[in-house]
Structures are given as C-alpha cells and as structure tokens.
C-alpha cells in the first residue's frame, strides 16, 4: 500500500496486503481495510474517522497518538493492544474479534459494545464502561479494576470475575450461573 506522510484518504478501500512501513501523519475518513495486515506497525497519529476494519490483524500494533472515531471492527485480530496510546480518542464497536491480552487505562468507553469477542486475560483499569454491552464475550482472566461498570450488560458473556470492593456494580445486569463468580472475593462457603 502506498501511503506517504501527510496523506489523507476519503472512501477508498484498502485490501488483501501487509503493510511493510509504519503509518505516520496518515488520515483515514470512511474507508473500508479489509484483510489488512498491520501486525506489529507503529500508527503514529492517524486519524480513522468513521472506518471499517474487516478481518484485519492489528495484534501488537503501537497506537501512538492514533485516532479511533466511530470505528467498526469484525471479525479481526487485535492481540495485546495498548488502547491507551490512543490518548482516550477511541469511539468504536467490535464484532467478532480477538482481543486477547488488550489494555484499556484511564479511558471512558460509555456505551461501548463488544459482541462476540474474546477478551482473554485483557484489562480494564480506571475506566467508565457505563451501559457497555459485553454480548456473547470469552472474559476468562479479564481484569477489571476501578472500573465504572454502572448499568453495564454481562448477561450473554462468560467466565468473568470482578471484584465488587475495587468496581462500580450499579445496577450492573448479569446472569447465572456466571454470576455466582462475583461471590468469589468475599470469603465465604457456599454450600
């Protein structure tokens, strides 16, 4: 793919390539990537206004600076992401995704929705995550710690645990019997 600093790109569809060079400088306003390889690429404020990435892989990109707003992601690989590097300028949906090993610090994503993803040993640390729909998600080993998840949706996902001393759980909708996990930080015996 040739992008050059400074670029920016409307509309256009990007597809079935792996970007060799770091993105720079580089803005993006209603594209579609699709089967894009960005494995290990350093995006260093880009703007992705309004882009759908499909069947991509992102795993261990460096978000530095980078822009996410009103971004779709399916069905994509994003293995050991630093959402953080975003600056908290991340507006997004994610569909079917592998989000594995994810960190998200200090960030507001009210009103996210994650359907169908895996979020496998990913962490959630001081971020508000109100009415977020966690819908159909793999969270075995998922963290979450100082989170807001005040009228979050857990109630079609699995194998969580959080712990109700160190989060908000207003209101929080969950299900049983995976709900029972939230027994575990209480130190009691159930029988």
């Known amino acids: 793919m040739p992008f050059s600093q400074s670029d920016s790109f409307e509309r256009r569809e990007f597809s079935h390539c792996r970007v060799e060079d770091d993105l720079e400088d580089l803005s993006f306003h209603r594209c579609v990537f699709r089967n894009i390889s960005l494995q290990s690429r350093r995006l260093a404020e880009c703007i992705f206004d309004d882009c759908e990435f499909i069947q991509c892989n992102l795993s261990l990109a460096e978000l530095a600076s980078a822009v ?7 069905d994509c690989k994003l293995l050991g992401l630093n959402w953080t590097g975003t600056g908290g300028f ?7 995704c592998i989000m594995d090993n994810n960190l998200f610090a200090d960030m507001n994503l009210s009103k996210f929705r994650f359907s169908g993803c895996s979020l496998m040993n ?9 009415e977020a729909v966690f819908d159909e998600c793999e969270l075995s080993g998922c963290q ?3 989170t807001d998840l005040t009228r979050a949706d857990f109630r079609t996902s699995r194998n969580y645990y959080m712990n109700a001393e160190t989060n908000t759980l207003r209101k929080t909708v969950f299900s049983l019997p995976e709900a029972v996990s939230l027994l575990g930080n209480l130190d009691i015996v159930l029988d």
């Open 144 to 146: 979450f710690h100082n």
């Open 122 to 130: 990913a962490t959630f640390s001081n971020i508000k995550l109100t």
């Open 68 to 74: 996410f707003s009103g971004v779709t992601f399916r």
């Open 90 to 96: 991340l507006t997004a949906s994610f569909e079917g």
